[in-house]
């Protein structure tokens, strides 16, 4: 396929994804919890082209030619309808960018185009080559309304819960009042902020970007977001339980100072370890196959 013949291709592709992108902006804008998102756009084309790359030099076996499979009359039609489909969503999307199913119908109309486009390109068994890509994709989607209410809940207790038994096992008179607690009758409320779903996502998504940026086995891509799970929650409870420890021995007068520092400090913490144990499951991979650390 010559280059010139490669454009319209490249072009439609980079319309497609950006306008499912741009439908998912105001949900990124809003300063809650997925403002992540912004990097997930750059980090698909990179991690994209490293896999399509690796077509090139063949070190993805089993997949066909890339010249070899030109879109059907089938493969069109479908392309062709979803698009008329996307048209709708984009309009219900601008009336109400916050309704969160019309967003996920979109993207998996995306998807399935891309999957025709790509399979034509190359084959099948590519489209196994680039679900890592497409599923880094769904991380920029917030979560159902439904699912992101409960797990908010199930955080925010299990974080105040911890905070109480730990404070209190160190001697702090800490009492819990539902999702406030009281520690010298100074009330400290653990809002949705300190629940901790904020490093809960962005564990998982650090997770899967090292995994992927390290090309490591499923095993260890597993592995590595469940310890960014246990890693994130045990970093913010440690938080909580210091600002509470903080409440206890210097009243509430300089906890807002520390509040967001303590926040940034628990997540770069998340961040760093995360990183860490990646880098050291690909020095494990390097060795035992023999290739040299990239």
Known sequence: MSNKTNIPFWVFLSLLWGQFFLALYPSWADGTYYDYGFLVPPLLVYFFFVRWKSLKTKSAP???DQDSHPLTALQISIAVIAIFLLLALRLI???????RLPLYLHGFIVLAVSTVLLASRTGRKGITHFSPVALLAFFAVPLPSSVEVILIQRLTDSVTDTAVFANQWMGYPVVASGQTLLVNSIP???S???SGIRSFQGSIFAGFVAGEFFLLPV???IVLIA???IIAFVANTTRVVYLVRHAALKG???L???HDVSGYVSLTATLLLLVGIAWWFSTMNSRETGNPLL
């Open 252 to 254: 509430d007068d300089s």
């Open 62 to 64: 089993g997949i066909e």
């Open 93 to 99: 999307e601008t009336i109400d960018s916050g309704w």
């Open 219 to 221: 095993v260890h891509r």
């Open 256 to 258: 807002e100072a520390i």
């Open 227 to 229: 310890s960014g799970l």
């Open 188 to 190: 400290l409320h653990v």
């Open 192 to 194: 949705e902020g300190c």
